[in-house]
């Protein structure tokens, strides 16, 4: 169940276990055509109605609104009715997911495959279907009881759907460059299903959490958009932190639960200006009468801004000049990214739009550098190298505001000549 825990400015919404993505979620908002726009719809909302063999998912994941569920039955489904121009699929990721056949009023089938390399994910993005035309519609997801070779199970989760979003999401890990700890933090064990953690690049050790159990150790993170969540941890042992947006009044997170939680949203900040921002975690060293310990975690961070995502695989970005790999071993938007490290390789995006953002990756092993053009015109050459344990991903690497509002072409040229790689993953327009 959600929990509002305070508000922390006039039009800020602070909320512990919530759904995480800025809007107005809670009530389905069902009715005549289905769920409405702007609303999130939990998988037990009556305008969601599952057919087939569905069970459970495991209660120790930090689902939106607290539940899931999920199958691996050949011919499952679950169909969605709701009205609007888009919907938004959330669900997990991970090692032993399957293949899902998504279609929306019966038209044509998209294939959907859900293998992840890393840990699986919790209320992960699966899926935005858009440019529907404005009126009801049926989403329906068929389980396919089929993975790809690698998987190690078949499994298609159904977390919840944004009905309409106008906001695109960008997940980032704790060793975001952006993401400033102060104290004795600490990284976090592995093995457990910490987010982006599975994976790694030898010597270097799988993305984890950062966590302390100190008074006065901080997180400081700034970013631009309207909304944030910090994802984290609760159980028996976690602790209370204060959370403040740009300096502003303190608001307390309690993170203790009877049993653990991992990649639960206990905090999230909604309806801030479109503008830049600085979020502040800071450690109390004080616990709940019922915890055993003070112990803070930062998982990850979920960052919204205004506007519309497109994804790498969409007929409005072409890919030319060499080749592009197709990757799946991170947390990218969606769950796919391609990449390239040969010189005078293009990605082409075309848009309509006053805004445009490329979402990317920067890292020691994507380190690469790329001209960015706009209408043909060379705007800057972004360098993408940091040296680990920073690694950062659903990244703004390239932001252009104040254009026309009209038609436009966006080109990233790959100028490396060291083999470092340049990803594309997404491209946000407003």
């Not at 038209?107 to 992960?124: I, K, M, N």
């Not at 082409?348 to 209408?375: L, M, P, Q, R």
């Amino acid at each position: 169940m959600k929990r509002s825990i305070a508000l922390l400015l006039a039009g800020l919404l602070v909320s512990c276990g919530g759904a995480g993505d800025g809007s107005s979620s809670g009530a389905s908002a069902s009715g005549r055509g289905g769920a409405a726009v702007g609303a999130r719809i939990e998988e037990s909302d009556s305008s969601v109605s599952p057919t087939g063999a569905w069970t459970a998912s495991d209660s120790a994941w930090g689902w939106s609104g607290g539940a899931a569920m999920q199958s691996t039955a050949a011919g499952a489904k679950a169909t969605v009715s709701f009205s609007g121009t888009s919907i938004r699929w959330l669900g997990s990721r991970g090692r032993a997911m399957g293949i899902a056949l998504v279609s929306v009023d019966g038209g044509p089938t998209r294939t959907v495959d859900l293998f992840a390399r890393p840990t699986d994910e919790a209320h992960s993005p699966i899926l935005t279907i858009s440019d529907l035309s404005d009126g009801p519609h049926t989403l329906t997801i068929q389980v396919t009881g089929t993975a790809n070779t690698e998987s190690q199970g078949t499994a298609v989760v159904i977390d919840a759907f944004d009905i309409q979003p106008n906001f695109t999401v960008s997940h980032w890990q704790d060793t975001d460059p952006n993401a400033h700890f102060t104290g004795t933090w600490t990284k976090s064990q592995e093995g457990f299903p910490w987010s982006g953690s599975g994976v790694s690049n030898t010597p270097e050790l799988p993305v984890t959490a950062q966590e302390t159990v100190t008074a006065g150790d901080t997180l400081t993170l700034p970013f631009r958009g309207t909304a944030i969540s910090w994802v984290g941890y609760t159980g028996p042992d976690g602790g209370i932190a204060t959370v403040q947006i740009d300096g502003g009044a303190a608001a307390q997170v309690d993170t203790y639960s009877a049993t653990a939680k991992y990649q639960p949203v206990v905090f999230t900040a909604a309806g801030l200006a479109d503008a830049n921002h600085t979020l502040t975690i800071t450690a109390t060293g004080q616990k709940n009468a019922a915890s055993t310990s003070s112990r803070i975690v930062v998982d990850a961070f979920d960052v919204f801004t205004p506007g519309r995502r497109y994804e790498e695989y969409e007929s409005s970005i072409t890919f030319a000049g060499g080749f592009w790999d197709p990757r799946d071993t991170r947390v990218w938007s969606e769950g796919h990214s391609l990449v390239s490290r040969d010189t005078g390789a293009t990605a082409t995006f075309t848009f309509t739009g006053t805004s445009v953002s490329w979402i990317g990756c920067e890292k020691s092993s994507a380190g690469g550098t790329a001209n960015v053009y706009i209408d043909g015109v060379l705007q800057t050459e972004v360098r993408l190298h940091q040296s680990y344990p920073i690694e950062g991903y659903q990244m703004t690497v390239f932001r252009a505001d104040g254009l026309a509002n009209g038609p436009h072409t966006l080109m990233i040229q790959v100028t490396s000549t060291d083999q470092s790689y340049v990803v594309v993953d997404a491209f946000d327009v407003r």
